[in-house]
């Protein structure tokens, strides 16, 4: 409970000090304002989410491991403070869960930064009711009381079959559209994300919930009418919700390796980043030129903002600290180099995945931070380009 009001006090004395510095009287003798308002810090959360979509140059945020890592650590060592931070939670949740969303707010309200809230349907999308739904508004009107936009990305990777909420087309269009319209109406600093996974790989056979054969759902996503699901068919456009109620749109993007199974350290192909975001990659891993290309379809056909939610580049540390901060180097300097912004003027946000985690489909743990030794944390910091956003660089009005 104390560090829920320190950080609540904190925030709310971080915001009072933007926004009168925003507007103070140039007079030396003029009266303390008032500080802000709920009313305020609503109008200020939604003032700040759309800017964060119309900016000129992109968000640059982070997957946070919230356990071991707070929001002032990480910036620390970033040495800026980063344009959002992410986290997970289920709905339905329980209290605790509920407290960890909202302790995350309070710390991107410090940090003067945007909240990228993972909705995860943990007990699948039947369970997403309106009570649930109600529940969520309720906690996304307290987190735009603190001034945090928040973008929510609901049900994420929904494509792939790994999750309870996957491969199910037509219940997931319907939750989702559900959770925009009373977020859209009750929550105007608030904006919805949809976010699949990459479809390299698709379908995903083997997972526990991939779609059976000869089911509603199976049928929904033979898209070329072939009688069965496989890699020709649109790994995206049977789970979009439609652009009434899609705000962002986003893809999990992460260098796994060259080539399946995963586990092997492996520098990535020059282009690759670009070209799995085109749908043009053909090379170690595969001819995945088949896919559609997300950026094309998603960001200009649809005017969408476009983000990378996650990436990063796999590394399992064994001993070889130069070859493997060679794999990550490479990874960052396509995702941050000079042409992605060149070629990709939608794209708006890019949050690195700063974890070292057990990943199953390993079965090892895998380093995918940039921060967390000395010397690869000064390269990555030292390569951020002029381009990027931080907290503080986006604006009202621009």
Not at 3 to 11: G, M, P, Q
Not at 41 to 55: H, P
Not at 71 to 95: H, I, M, N
Not at 279 to 301: V, W
Request: aromatic fraction near 10%; charge should be negative; charged fraction near 25%.
């Amino acid at each position: 409970m104390a560090l829920r009001r320190v950080l609540a006090s904190e925030a709310v004395a971080a915001l009072t000090a933007t926004l009168l510095a925003s507007c103070a009287s140039v007079a030396p003798s003029a009266p303390d304002p008032e500080p802000p308002t709920k009313a305020d810090l609503r109008e200020r959360a939604a003032c700040a989410v759309d800017s964060l979509a119309d900016s000129e140059g992109v968000a640059f945020g982070v997957n946070l491991d919230w356990g071991s890592q707070s929001v002032k650590e990480y910036a620390d060592l970033l040495g800026r403070q980063p344009a959002d931070v992410v986290s997970f939670v289920p709905l339905p949740w329980d209290g605790h869960e509920r407290q960890w969303a909202l302790e995350a707010a309070q710390q991107a309200a410090v940090a003067g930064s945007a909240h990228l809230l993972t909705i995860e349907p943990q007990d699948g999308l039947a369970a997403v009711d309106d009570a649930a739904v109600a529940d969520l508004v309720t906690l996304l009107q307290e987190v735009t009381e603190l001034g945090v936009p928040v973008v929510l990305r609901f049900a994420h990777e929904m494509n792939g079959s790994w999750y309870a909420w996957g491969q199910q087309p037509d219940e997931y269009v319907d939750t989702f559209r559900r959770v925009a319209s009373a977020v859209h109406d009750d929550v105007p600093g608030a904006a919805m994300m949809w976010a699949p996974n990459y479809g390299g790989g698709y379908p995903f056979t083997g997972g526990a919930y991939m779609a059976e054969a000869g089911t509603p759902a199976a049928r929904a996503l033979d898209t070329d009418g072939d009688g069965a699901v496989t890699d020709a068919d649109d790994p995206y456009a049977p789970y979009y919700p439609g652009d009434e109620y899609v705000d962002w749109v986003g893809m999990s993007l992460y260098h796994w390796g060259s080539a399946y199974p995963w586990g092997e350290n492996e520098v990535p192909e020059e282009g690759k980043f670009a070209a799995q975001l085109t749908g043009t990659y053909s090379g170690l891993g595969g001819d995945d030129s088949a896919i559609p290309d997300f950026y094309a379809e998603y960001g200009e056909r649809r005017d969408k903002p476009v983000a990378i939610p996650e990436t990063a580049a796999l590394v399992v540390e064994r001993g070889e600290p130069e070859s493997e901060a060679e794999i990550k180097r490479a990874w960052w300097r396509q995702v941050l180099a000079p042409e992605t912004r060149e070629v990709f003027p939608m794209l708006r946000m890019i949050n690195w995945f700063e974890w070292t985690k057990l990943e199953p489909e390993v079965d090892d743990t895998v380093a995918w931070s940039v921060l967390s030794d000395e010397m690869t944390a000064a390269e990555f910091t030292s390569d951020l380009p002029e381009w990027l956003r931080f907290a503080g660089d986006v604006h009202c009005g621009e």
